[in-house]
C-alpha cells in the first residue's frame, strides 16, 4: 500500500490537472503505469528521510496525516516535473515552495524534532547513535578495550 492514491493528488491541485500531468498518451484518463512510477518514487523519497525510523510496512498501512501530505507534495513536485512546459525561467516548478518546505518537515522527522504519531514504531537501530568508545573503566582504566573494537587490533 502507498502513502497515498489519486483521490489524494486531486485534493491540492484539481483532477484536471492532475489528468494534464499524468495523461501521456492523451486519451483523456490519467496513466495507471504513470501513476504508479509517481506513486513509487515519491514513497521512496519519503522513504529514504525516514527509513531509520519507521518501517514502510508499519505506515503505509495506515499513514498519519503529516505524512501523506508530505508525500502528496513530493508526488507533485515529481510530476511538475515531467512536464517542461510547467517550469519557470529558473527551472522551477508551481509547486517548488511546497515541496521545499515537504522535505524540511522529512528532514525534522529524520532528526526527531517532529514524531509522527504511528503505533508499532520500532526502537532506532542499534548502530544509529552509537558512542563506539565509551571511555576508561574500572576494569580498563586506559580506556582500551571498551568499545565495539576491543583492543584496535582485529578482535571485532
Known amino acids: 500500500m502507498a ?4 483521490t489524494d493528488l486531486d485534493r491540492p491541485i484539481g483532477p ?12 483523456g484518463t490519467v496513466d495507471a503505469t504513470t501513476l504508479d512510477d509517481l506513486v513509487a518514487d515519491a514513497d521512496g523519497e519519503v522513504n529514504g528521510y525516514i527509513c531509520r525510523l519507521y518501517t514502510f510496512a508499519t505506515i503505509a498501512a495506515d499513514p498519519p496525516a503529516p505524512l501523506r501530505r508530505i508525500a502528496v507534495d513530493v508526488a507533485i513536485q515529481l510530476a511538475y516535473l515531467r512536464r517542461p512546459e510547467f517550469l519557470n525561467d529558473k527551472g522551477e516548478t508551481p509547486w517548488e515552495g511546497r515541496y521545499r518546505r515537504a522535505l524540511a518537515k522529512l528532514t525534522e522527522i529524520r532528526d526527531g524534532k517532529f514524531r509522527l504519531d504511528v503505533d508499532g514504531e520500532p526502537e532506532r537501530p ?17 580506556g582500551f578495550g571498551t568499545g565495539v573494537f576491543s583492543s584496535g587490533f582485529g578482535d571485532f
Open 3 to 6: 502513502y497515498f492514491t489519486q
Open 126 to 142: 542499534a548502530n544509529v547513535g552509537a558512542d563506539l568508545f565509551t571511555g576508561p573503566t574500572d576494569e580498563h582504566p586506559d
Open 16 to 27: 484536471a490537472l492532475v489528468l494534464r500531468l499524468l495523461d501521456d498518451d492523451n486519451d
